[in-house]
């Protein structure tokens, strides 16, 4: 069974750079699309940035775009999503999550089938 554990939040001043891993510990990462979602205190789940099953495509939120990148190595059952030029707006709770059923660009919340804990990403000005 899929076991998602992302690592690597914290706190960074403005401008800074973070970047977040999520691990499959469950070891059956497959090639299906991935994908990084945040959840900023009072607001709902919002998409970040998505991967296909090869890493060979990527999609982001007009938000992040330019300064989040997200890549995966499927050997070592990776995903990673890194964060620079941060804002005071990039603070939130960043989670990674996999469609099980799907291999492209994925940006509805609906189509992923696992998800992590949850990463705190705090950006202070």
């Known amino acids: 069974q899929v076991q998602l554990v992302e690592s690597g939040g914290g706190l960074v001043q403005a401008g800074g750079s973070l970047r977040l891993s999520c691990s499959d510990t469950g070891r059956t990462f497959g090639n299906y699309a991935m994908g990084w979602f945040r959840q900023a205190p009072g607001k709902e789940r919002e998409f970040v940035a998505a991967i296909n099953w090869s890493g060979g495509s990527t999609y982001y939120a007009d938000s992040v775009r330019g300064r989040f990148t997200i890549s995966r190595t499927n050997a070592k059952l990776e995903v990673y999503l890194q964060l620079n030029n941060l804002k005071p707006e990039d603070t939130a709770v960043y989670y990674c999550?996999?469609?099980?059923?799907?291999?492209?660009?994925?940006?509805?919340?609906?189509?992923?089938?696992?998800w992590g804990q949850g990463a705190q990403v705090t950006v202070s000005s």
């Open positions: 999550a996999a469609a099980f059923r799907r291999l492209g660009l994925e940006v509805s919340s609906s189509e992923y089938d696992y």
